[in-house]
């Protein structure tokens, strides 16, 4: 670096602190954002990427350090103090009124007025169409937004933050809920935000798209960042040991444990939208006693309506068997209790009561089992022991058992899950992400329990996005795309890219 | 180290309503002063009234009636029903039993159990529709015991009529049900002494309701599911919980209790169900809900609270004060309980999060990098 002949960088975080209960804080917070780059964070779920981002969009207040915006020092009260110094946020799920134009949607809160008074829409959709035709954003003001895909609604959200005069872009995940097609578009609209002198900051988890897109990558580990490399010199590889440190935990089966017991069949099962479009797609598979089957596919999918469907919670067509027994038409609860244990992919949606003690969350979803309840009493005493059992067993940090689950720390609110989902006996599991958003230790702790259920003839159905947690935990592996089983992949040889190549249709020949 | 928390977590609790009660007593100070009345003379007025042996009765007794209403609302905040129809479902309850308890003649206990009873299946049922019409058809609930109120109101007026069920009361221009022998009728209780007027027997009907209220919500598998479906619906039917049959059984229950609150009036005082049996209690219980929080206990100090208010204030005509004070107060208070109770969850839930993280950090691992 030219000490002098550099610009001021667009942002410098110096020494950041955040402390915050329960989870992932930010320490020793160094980052440095060169005007007119693309810049990317890295780093695992939890790692503090999100806290970081909240920090510098003024969201959060940081405990220790320094914020120069400009090479200016500056201390953000709240978003419109960063929005003020030219810093927009496009985040990971957006915030946009679906029975708004996308006009409507852009100047809602900045509305420009004729006369101080009414609203001059014709002054905006002006300053909007300059704003999409300069930066190849293709953004026509008068669409509706529930008409827009997701693609065209992030963009509709990039430009809501270019209206307002941001400078430099924080975008949160932006790929997330993309198709690879819209990926590519997206990066090309990033492209053009920084030839006319935008600077962007990308967090991401996915390293291609990070080395495809990024001018310098900062990895965040634990709360703190590791190293900035430039992606010209360094691989995918070196970027993910990077991110988890050196002892990074191997999901791995040893020998097979899969016995000729068909725990689980699903036959022709089809789940269709209210207007009749198949989600899921004919799909049959059978899992043995002491068999992972892994499903892999880019999330959407659907991947989550079949696990759905699987725990009848949502209507569809075809046969589920449960060992021999048909179970197609059971409601959720009789499948519950005859041993479908379920993992779900949004915890805080579908796992826990979030303001309810951590004893009451361990009768969720066993409401009528032992120990929980006795006859139509719930059975306070046995539940708390039960609880007190899991947190032991599963490692659950915790003070105690009458902290609300909103207290722990995801990977925590994780194994509680997976302790009470283990619970009982079940003779099949359905996991879906199992050990998404939840910190290195947790993670392979996780895997373990995994290892052990199986080997005592456990079923699962593995459903993650995690590529090596789907090769290295799954005896079997099957490709879903468009709702479709494609085709089945055998695990011992594949590598990720394979799998990944697989996963969005290319190869699907073979 | 637990109690000393729990001691707090009391602490905060009762933080909120008390806030809420002091500013609603500021703010009805400053109308006072506005109005060119004395404030402290006239809350003076109020305590003196509010205390005598006679008032303390009719206190105890409307805030039976209140209490009643508030708990058939709050079954419903549990779960996140909003029960408007409260007021339409005990009018109509009323009416029914009371038409229903004129016209037999049966043993005392007998007697009593059968009027209540048709009172509880007339609300069950009124709020069951409600009910049904959300679990199929999606209707909100918020709509349609609105509307149902109405419907009530107009059925109830059609059966009130002469040809009906209704018969002239001697000696007025009023009319209203045959009137409840004896038999039929819920003696009073001499609880305060220095007057005549008795407590309603039905306060105990009230205290035990608000025990098997604790007692559902709290060690039955139907009140887990209604908790749970309450705070997360998502998680709630992912866990099994057939949430359209729970719709159904909390508006039936909701009802069911609703169908109570005009019992104590009609059983311990009126014996009869005629135009002027009092309206809009229906209403009170929701903001007395509120006040107590969906908690029994809580409810049962919102009740008394509200019916101390309300009767106390009879006093203040006779000082040429307006009465109307009062509902300033009321509403005062239910609007800043709500705003401190969301303001204190908020705390606690933060407050919760660092004390597990500085407890874990104390005990556990001391792991860097």
Known sequence: MWMTATPEPAVELKGIVKRFPGVVANRDVCLKVQRGHVHAVVGENGAGKSTLMKILYGMQRPDEGEIRINGAPVTFRSPSDAIAAGIGMVHQHFMLADNFTVLENVILGSEPRQAGTVIDFSAARKRIREISDAYGLGVNPDSLVESLGVGDRQRVEILKVLYRGAKILILDEPTAVLVPQEVEELFASLRGLVREGHTVLFISHKLDEVLSVADEITVIRRGTTVETVNPGQTTARRLAELMVGSELPVPELRESTVTDVVALAVEGLTVRTPEGRPIVDDVSFEIRKGEVLGIAGVEGNGQAELVEAIMGIRPAAGTIRLSDTDITGWTTRRRRVSGVGHIPEDRHRHGLLLEAPLWENRILGHQTEKPNAKGPWIDRSGARKDTARIVDEYDVRTPGIDVHASALSGGNQQKLIVGREMSGDPVVLIASHPTRGVDVGAQAAIWDHLRAARARGLAVLLISADLDELIGMSDTLKVICGGRIVRAVDPHNVTPEELGSAMTGAGGEA | ?369
């Not at chain 2, 045959?178 to 027997?201: D, N, R």
């Open chain 2, 1 to 369: 180290m637990i109690s000393r928390f729990n001691v707090r977590s009391a602490a905060l609790t009762l933080v909120a309503p008390v806030l809420a009660i002091v500013l609603a007593v500021g703010i009805t100070t400053v109308v006072l002063l506005v109005s060119g009345d004395e404030p402290l003379e006239t809350f003076g007025y109020m305590v003196d009234y509010g205390f005598q042996p006679r008032t303390m009765v009719l206190t105890l007794n409307l805030a039976t009636t209140y209490y009643f209403s508030a708990l058939a609302v709050a079954i419903g905040f549990r779960m996140n029903l909003f029960n408007i129809g409260v007021d339409g479902q005990y009018r109509l309850a009323a009416l029914i039993a009371a038409a229903v308890g004129g016209a037999v003649t049966l043993p005392a206990p007998l007697h009593v159990t059968l009027t209540v009873l048709v009172a509880v299946l007339v609300g069950a049922c009124w709020a069951g529709l409600a009910g049904l019409l959300k679990a199929t058809r999606g209707v909100s609930e918020v709509i349609s015991t609105i509307m149902l109120n109405v419907i009530a109101t107009g059925l109830g007026a059609w059966l009130l009529h002469t040809d009906r069920l209704a018969v002239a009361v001697s000696g007025s221009n009023n009319i209203g049900t045959k009137p409840i022998g004896p038999s039929g009728q819920v003696p009073g209780l001499h609880l305060i002494a220095g007057t005549e007027v008795k407590v309603y027997g039905f306060v105990v009907v009230a205290a035990l309701a608000g025990i098997g209220f604790h007692f559902m919500l709290n060690s039955t598998r139907f009140g887990f599911d209604l908790r749970a479906t309450g705070r997360s619906e998502s998680a709630a039917v992912a866990s099994g919980v057939n949430v359209k049959k729970m719709i159904v059984g909390t508006m039936v229950l909701s009802g069911a209790v609703a169908g109570l609150v005009g019992m104590p009036q009609l059983l311990g005082a009126s014996y009869s169900y005629s135009l002027d049996f009092p309206t809009g209690l229906g209403f009170t219980g929701i903001a007395i809900a509120l006040l107590g929080r969906n908690n029994p206990l809580g409810i049962a100090f919102g009740a008394l609270l509200w019916s101390f208010l309300t009767n106390s204030a009879s006093i203040l005509d006779v000082h040429q004060i307006s009465k109307e004070i009062v509902i300033i107060m009321q509403g005062v208070i239910v609007l800043s309980v709500v705003v401190a109770y969301e303001l204190v969850r908020r705390y606690r839930k933060s407050a919760e999060q660092r004390r597990v993280g500085q407890e874990l950090a104390a005990t556990a691992e001391p792991v860097k990098g």
